[in-house]
C-alpha cells in the first residue's frame, strides 16, 4: 500500500511538472513576464529543469525567437544559464535571434554569454552567419563588434562569411561586413573550389555587388579559382545578356584579364554553394584568348596588313591614272590660239593653246569623261586617305566603306576608259563601237552579280546570328544561377 501511494505521489507530481512546463511554454509564447514570476513563486527549481533535462527547446529559445525582449531579460536574470542551451538542431536562443533580426533581444543574450557568438549550429553556421545570410545588418554590427573573430569563422566548403552574402544577394550585409573587418587578405579569400566573392558575384550576375567590389575594396580582380578561371574569364562562358555587357565593361575598367590556357568549357567547375558556377552558358560564339584563336587572330591581322599595303599601291595607281588622264584628255589640247577662220570670221567654238580639243569636238562626251575621271581620283585619294588616318582597319565598317570606294573607283576607271576610246573613234567603226557596248553590259553584269553575291551572303549571317540568339537564349534561360536553400534558419 506504501508503494502504491508512493507511485501515485511520483505520477501527481510528473504531472504537475509537465502541466508548468507547458504554462511556461505558453507564458514564453506570449512575453508574459507575470506569468513566469508566478510559476517560478509556485516552483522555484522549473528552470533548472530546462538546464538538466532533454529538451527540444527552452523557454528562453522561444522567447528569443518571438522577440520579447522583457520575458528573455527576466529569465536571463534568474537563469543565466540558458543562454548556452542549444536546441535539436544546436541553435542557441542568440542564433534564433540573430537570424530573426531582434536587436534587443540579441544585446540582452551577449550581454550574459559573448561567447556564444562563436558557437556553431547543425549546419556549422554561427550567429553571425545567419544575421549575415538574413540581411539583419543591425544585429550583424553588434556581433561583429561584440566579437571579431567570429566573422572569420568558416562554414562548410571553405566559405567565409563575405561568401554567405553574395550567395545569399545580401549587399548591404556585405558593404557592412567589408567596412568592419577592414582586411584586405579576408577581403580576397577563397573557398575550397578557388574562387574569391567576385567570382560568385559574376556567376550570379549580381551587377551592383560587382560594382561595389570593383570600385570600393581592394578585390583582385584577376585572382585565379581552382579550374583555372578569373573573373573575366568566367563571365567569358556565360550568356550575352545586359548584365553580362555591364559587367564586362566594370571589369575592363579595373584591367580584369583572362587567364592563360583558359578552357572553353568549365564542365568540373563545381561549387556545392552556387550553381551558377556548374550551369555555365556553353555557348558556342564564346570568346576565350586560347591559344589556337591567338593564332588564328594574329594570321588575321598579317591578312589585314597585306591587303592595306595592296589598298595603298591600287589607290595610288588609280589616283596617277585620272590625274594624268585629267591633266592630258583624249585627242590632246590645242597647240595655238586661233579664234578666227580663214575668212576672218569669229568662230562659233574658239580654239586656244592648251585648252582640250574633245571639250570643243564632244562638248557632251567631254563632260561625262570629266566627270567620271574626277569621281575615280576623288574615290582614290579618299582610299588613301583613310589607309592613313589611322583608323583602326579590323572595323568591320571601315572595311565595308573602303570596299565600296573601291569599287566605285575601279568601275569609274573602267566607265572612264570606254568613254576616252569612244571619243576618238569615228563614228563608222560599228565593230569598235559594239565591242565597247558589250564590255560596259559584261561590267554590268559582272556588277550585278557581286551584289547579288553579298546580299545572299548578308542573309546567310543574318539568318545564322538570329538562330544563335534565340539559342542562346533559351540556353541561358533554362542555366540560370540558383542558390542554396537556408530551410534551417
Known sequence: LCQLLLIKTHTERDRQTDRMEKRLQEAAMKGSVETLLNLLNEDEL?????????????????AAMLGHVDFCQALLARKPELAAELDHRRSSPLHLAAAKGYLEVVKALILVNAEMCLVS????????????????????????????????????????????????????????LVEIMADHEFVNSKDDDGNTILHLAIADKQVEAVNYLLSETSIKVNAVNSNGLTALGLLAQSGRDVEDIEMGESLARAQAISAKNTPLLAQNFKSARTQGLTN?????????????RESSWEKQNEWLEEQRSSLMVVASLIATMA?????????????????????GNPLDYPQYAGFSILANNNPQGYDRFLALNTTSLVASLSIILLLISGLPIRNRIFIFVLMVIMWIAISTV???????????????RNGVWSGLGLVVLGWIGL?????????????????????????????HSSSRPTLDNRSSV
Open 280 to 292: 555555365l552558358d556553353t555557348n558556342e560564339n564564346q570568346i576565350i584568348p586560347t591559344p589556337a
Open 447 to 475: 556588277m550585278v552579280l557581286l551584289l547579288l553575291a553579298h546580299f545572299i551572303r548578308l542573309m546567310v549571317r543574318l539568318m545564322m546570328k538570329l538562330r544563335s540568339w534565340m539559342k542562346e537564349r533559351i540556353m
Open 46 to 62: 522549473l528552470l533548472d529543469r530546462f538546464i538538466v533535462g532533454c529538451y527540444q527547446e527552452t523557454p528562453l529559445h522561444i
Open 414 to 428: 573602267a566607265l572612264t576608259y570606254v568613254y576616252a576610246v569612244a571619243s576618238v573613234t569615228p563614228s563608222g
Open 121 to 176: 549550429d547543425r549546419d556549422g553556421m554561427n550567429p553571425l552567419h545567419l544575421a549575415a545570410i538574413k540581411g539583419r545588418v543591425d544585429v550583424l554590427k553588434e556581433l561583429a563588434r561584440t566579437k571579431p573573430q567570429a566573422a572569420r569563422a568558416l562554414v562548410d566548403h571553405g566559405e567565409t562569411i563575405l561568401h554567405l552574402c553574395v550567395t545569399c544577394n545580401q549587399l548591404e550585409a556585405l558593404k557592412c
Open 323 to 343: 590625274f594624268q588622264a585629267g591633266v592630258a584628255p583624249p585627242s590632246g589640247v590645242w597647240g595655238e590660239t586661233q579664234t578666227l577662220d580663214s575668212d
